[in-house]
């Protein structure tokens, strides 16, 4: 390949590599496989701010999965996700005993697990986050305590057994209610975090003949819920308080049925899906993080619903700005790409119109060197001019015609044009020769024949002779000089030898010539 095609080559390659590497990402991909353990209002928001919080991670893909509180369900799906090769699992174990061994599995193939909100059985696992469910029965037992005046009875209906929280909520609770004699928790009936659960658990205490209570704890506000709607089934309106957890602010959520006096209390249960990714990207990371991140809680009270409500708002408006202030990024960001690709292709176009220019330029030079050489050594004897040389033997100059070239080069300081004028000055002097030529244009005898070969596809040495045998044959046909005279005159040393070279080229003698003109 010709120097300077590999030059454009190189530099077209060299565009397209720098196009393609600033157009992709040089961040190391991550894939999370997020195991749900069901599909409820409170999981929706949880997935909707990790999904908001892997926005600002665009290395991160995040897979999500729903068990649907089915415990085989589950397993399979972290089985899967460790199958498909993901980078971490972060899972919300339905119950912690079942679950742990497949968890404890994907934690042998080398997959970091970060459970959160439900905790696992054994101490194999990555991370942990999530709220202090005992605290938060424990402080809803006094609560409850207080609201009683110490004295009453209460109903449990808890979450679904086995799962941490439940268990966690139900003894903090109980540890907490221990603490006044004056108040019995007469029951203890178990749900399954949904409302429906929570309907048939009081639905059958009341069936039971357990109507004699003050105070109803439910592990969650859906419970709470489906609890007070068999309580109305019973027509037993406004038969008890009732509690729960969770307090989500969303239109029929918990801290709204605070604020109706439908629930007498609640209790937040942060969702926090911007920490649990953090967390995620720690650990993906290799950076520093804590094993166990508690997260803060707080009671909901018709007291302080209100201000929990409005703060709630403003942070939703602020989270409203910050998805509108996302989506313009997004549409600049995809502006952006567009405008690089046409700069990346208009670049491109420019160096290949470079390249062809290059090109084209190179071949008319080409061709006008060659034009200029062929010209140069034209035999048309209508530009013969008559110049002086040193003569041979008697030492009187002799005037000599020689043949100009029927176009002079277009470019005096062209190759063609100072090899035309050493060859001129020199034409009579027998030890003119290759090297003479060479040292005269400043080059070297390889470059000589470099670019005589390239130009005319003969050798010096042929051009030379055929610049003799052109400048003889001028004279020879002007019909002033004799054979012998025009051969010393073009630097032959020999007549003999003249003839037969011109013989050689013209194919027949200069004597003929001579008898011709
Ligand atoms: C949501 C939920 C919450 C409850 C939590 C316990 O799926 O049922 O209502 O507080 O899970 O893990």
Redesign the pocket.
Known sequence: MKPYYKAAFTMLMATLIIALATSCSHQKKYVIGVAQ??E?S??HKLNAELQAAAYFHPNVELRFANANDDVQLQRRQLLQFARDGVDMIIV?PITSREITPAIEQVMDRGIPVITF??KTHSNRYTAYIGCDNYQMGYTMGKYVAGEMHQHGKVVEIT?MQG?S?MIERHRGFAAAIKQYPGITIIATAPGN?KEHSGYRAMDSLLRGGVTEFNYVFAH?D?LALGAIKAMKAHHLNNHAQVCG??ALNVPGGGIEQVQQGVLSASYI?PTKGDKLLELAMNILQGKPYSRHTKLQSALVTPENADVIHMQYEEIANSQQRLHQLNEMIDHYLAQLSLQRLALVLAACLLLLAVVAIVMLLRIARLRQSRNAMSSLFSSDISRVATVETPAYGNGTPVQQQITMPQEAAPDNDSFAARLRDVLQSNLCDPSLDVDTIASQLGMSRAGLYRKVKALTGQSAVELIREARLKRAHAMISSGERSVSEVAYAVGFSSPAYFTKCYKDYFGHTPKHSKNQS
């Open positions: 353990c069901s409820d409170w999981r919300a909100d439900r979450g799962s929280p975090w969650n859906r957890i969770d249960y």
